[in-house]
C-alpha cells in the first residue's frame, strides 16, 4: 500500500465534521501540504488553527469556496491546480421530507453532493497514483421513509464514481457511505432531540451506536493509500444494511 507522506491533499468540506478528521488523519499520515475548504471563512480560520495546533510537520492551510456554485467550484480547482489526492465531504441540510421537501431543496442538494462533486472531476489536476473520493449515505442500500430525495441523490454519486473510475483511468475514484455520525451536522439539534434520533436510529444497527468521525475518516484514508481500488464504496454505517 502506498503512503501519502508529502503528498498533497484537499479536502472540500474540510472545516468541520468527517472531513477535519480526514483532514487530521491525513497530518497525521505526513501528507503535506494538506489544503482545507470551505464556504465559511470564520470556520476555515478556526479549522486551520486547530490542525496548526496539532504540530506535525505538514503545512496546513486553508480556502474559501461555494460548494453549491459548480461554476466557482471549477474555478477553484483550477486554481489550486495539481494535487495528489481530493476528498469531497462538503454537504447540507434539507429539512423537511418526502412529500413536503421544496424543489429548491432538492435543487441545492444535487448541487452540493452531485454537481459539486462532477465539477471536481471535470476540473482536477491529479497527479499519477492519485484519486478521488467522494461522500454518499446509507439511503442508497436502506432509505428510511420519506427519505426518497437522499435516496436519489447519493444513487447519482454511486452511478457518477463509477463512470468517473473508467472515465479517469488510472486516476482512482471512489467514495465512502457514512452512517449516522456524531458531528457538528447535528448541532442545532437540542440534546434530547439529538438522543431520541441516535435512539431510534442505532437500534436498527448491528453496531448499537452512532459513529465517530475519525472513524470514517480512516475509511478515507484507506481509499487513498490502497493503489488497487477504483470505482467502489465502502460503507461506514455500523451494520445499517444488515441491521432491522
Given amino acids: 500500500m502506498s ?27 505526513l501528507a503535506n501540504p494538506v489544503i482545507i475548504a470551505s464556504s465559511n471563512p470564520e470556520r476555515v480560520n478556526k479549522a486551520v488553527e486547530r490542525l496548526r495546533a496539532h504540530n506535525f510537520p505538514g503545512t496546513v492551510r486553508g480556502e474559501v469556496v461555494d460548494a453549491t456554485d459548480s461554476a466557482a467550484v471549477k474555478d477553484f480547482i483550477t486554481r489550486i491546480g495539481e494535487v495528489d489526492h481530493i476528498v469531497w465531504t462538503s454537504g447540507n441540510k434539507v429539512g423537511s421530507q418526502f412529500p413536503k421537501v421544496e424543489p429548491e431543496k432538492v435543487r ?13 472531476a471535470q476540473s482536477a489536476k491529479i497527479r499519477p497514483g492519485g484519486s478521488l473520493t467522494f461522500t454518499m449515505g446509507t439511503a442508497l442500500i436502506k432509505p428510511a421513509p420519506g427519505m426518497s430525495l437522499w435516496s436519489s441523490v447519493v444513487g447519482s454519486v454511486d452511478g457518477l464514481i463509477r463512470g468517473l473510475a473508467v472515465d479517469l483511468a488510472p486516476i482512482r475514484v471512489n467514495a465512502v457511505s ?22 431510534g436510529y442505532t437500534n436498527g444497527l448491528l453496531i448499537k451506536r452512532g459513529g465517530e468521525p475519525e472513524e470514517v475518516a480512516t475509511a478515507y484514508i484507506f481509499l487513498m493509500k490502497c493503489g488497487y481500488i477504483t470505482g467502489q464504496r465502502i460503507d461506514v454505517d455500523g451494520g445499517a444494511a444488515l441491521g432491522r
Avoid: C, H, Y
Fill in 108 to 120: 441545492s442538494a444535487f448541487d452540493v453532493r452531485f454537481w459539486g462533486p462532477f465539477a471536481v
Fill in 178 to 199: 457514512p452512517g449516522i455520525i456524531d458531528t457538528e451536522f447535528f448541532d442545532d439539534f437540542s440534546p434530547e432531540i439529538k438522543e431520541t434520533m441516535f435512539k
Fill in 3 to 29: 503512503t501519502l507522506k508529502n503528498k498533497s491533499i484537499l479536502v472540500v468540506g474540510g472545516s468541520s465534521g468527517i472531513g477535519f478528521e480526514v483532514a487530521l488523519a491525513s497530518l497525521q499520515e
